[in-house]
């Protein structure tokens, strides 16, 4: 178990959003600053594909199921 927590440190300092000890992380901070993707709403893709997110074959943006992608951009309810 303590190399699980050595592995979550680890990623944790390599990113200022994930180093604040406050959840729940700002996910769009966290892809498109620090993981420097361009997230792209897709319709239905969770329907379609069964997935609720897929990388570009250039790894420089995201695809996001539409309908997740807004729930996620209006943040909590």
Known sequence: MD???DKIRELRSQYETLSEDS???DIFTFMEID???NPIPFPSLYNRFRIDAALTSDFESIYLDAE???LMESGPI
Do not use: E, S, T
């Open 3 to 5: 190399y699980i927590w």
């Open 23 to 25: 959840l729940p992380i």
């Open 35 to 37: 993981l420097r993707l």
């Open 68 to 70: 997740q992608y807004d």
